[in-house]
């Protein structure tokens, strides 16, 4: 398992802010993924819009998770609705 920041926008809305964070995180645990820390860093302006919104949350988490199953989480993320933006970056040893 290698470690991994994945950072998340989300819309500011409080509603979607959550369902969109229940949903993260129920995909991340059912594809063992440890998460180690997270750092809510709070409403930030965007650098360009995204999905029409200018805003969003910004949350921060440090995961262990398996190489394989980054992609398959790429692509799960992907058809979630209450995620802005996300990216993962691999951590060095």
Avoid: C, W
């Avoid at 930030?44 to 921060?60: C, F, P, S």
């Avoid at 190489?67 to 692509?75: A, E, F, H, M, S």
């Amino acid at each position: 398992m290698r470690r991994y920041e994945l950072t998340v926008i989300f819309p500011l809305e409080e509603d979607q802010h959550k369902a969109g964070r229940e949903q993260l995180l129920s995909d991340l645990a059912a594809n063992g993924a440890e998460i180690e820390k997270t750092d809510e860093t709070g409403d930030r302006d965007l650098t360009y819009e995204i999905k029409k919104r200018t805003r969003g949350k910004y949350v921060l988490f440090t995961i262990k998770v398996d190489p394989v199953k980054v992609t398959v989480l790429d692509r799960i993320f992907k058809l979630n609705t209450n995620l802005l933006k996300y990216l993962f970056v691999r951590l060095e040893e």
